[in-house]
């Protein structure tokens, strides 16, 4: 399968220095990139009928956890900003249920697509989780479901948006809250977001769109699904060294298995 029929390269030049170069810049300077109409219309349809046919098998879970997807501090009141609970709910295919010779499968192992990336977020180079579930996965977002807000372990995201709700579901972040680096929780700014003392940004995902986010220090969610349509969208995950695995408790958080 040629990566043209998945990816409109007439209109994303991937493999243009020049192009690579100016997403570099607009995920630096923004922390986000969105590129509509990335995926090709047949590609687009393949995959949201292979999420349509296996949804029965997705792992669906509610979970409460702090933005910063860690256990509580008991050192800390329960109305600390680092032991407030926010709520996710939402439903995972993993990497094992792909297709074998689905389009995602393509383009997430296309050594143009991972160079571009690589590019972008500053990584020599892209490895594939050693784990059998976590380098590709499907969610699904039902009537009422979302994500709470919260601060990624990993320093980049790169996802698809293949279905998206006909009222909600909307992605909202602010960048810049924390310097996980240098051990800067910002506990203030987190109780602000948290009491909607904050406006935060909105980034548009129609169906085919890829976004492309540095979401460790950015605090970010996705507000509740309103409508009746099954919000579907992919995380094509990677990392920047071989041989890592998500922890078997994450998996079974996450995926509730830890093997194929």
Sequence with gaps: MKLEEIIDLNRYLIMDDAFKEQSRQRVANKGALAMPGF?????????????????????????????????????????????????????????????KESKLRVLYNSTLFKDFLSYVFGEDALYPYADPLSSINLHYAKTGQELGWHFDNSSFAITLMIQPTEKGGQFEYIKEVRDADAGEMNFDAVNDVLDGKVTPKQLSMDAGALVLFRGRNAIHRV??????????????????????????????????????
């Excluded at 979970?63 to 900003?81: R, S």
């Excluded at 094509?236 to 830890?258: D, H």
Aim: glycine residues 6%.
């Design 39 to 99: 995926l090709t219309e047949a590609a687009l349809n393949a995959i949201r009928e292979e999420g349509e046919q296996k949804q029965d098998q997705a792992f669906f879970s509610r979970q409460l956890h702090n933005v910063y997807l860690t256990e509580k501090n008991p050192e800390y009141p329960d109305d600390h900003a680092f032991n407030r609970q926010v709520e996710s709910s939402k439903g995972c295919i993993t990497d094992d249920i792909v297709g």
């Design 223 to 260: 507000t509740p699904n309103e409508g009746e349509r099954t919000r579907m969208l992919v995380v094509l995950a990677y990392n920047s060294q071989p041989n890592i695995a998500l922890s078997e408790s994450a998996r079974m958080t996450f995926y509730g298995k830890l093997v194929e």
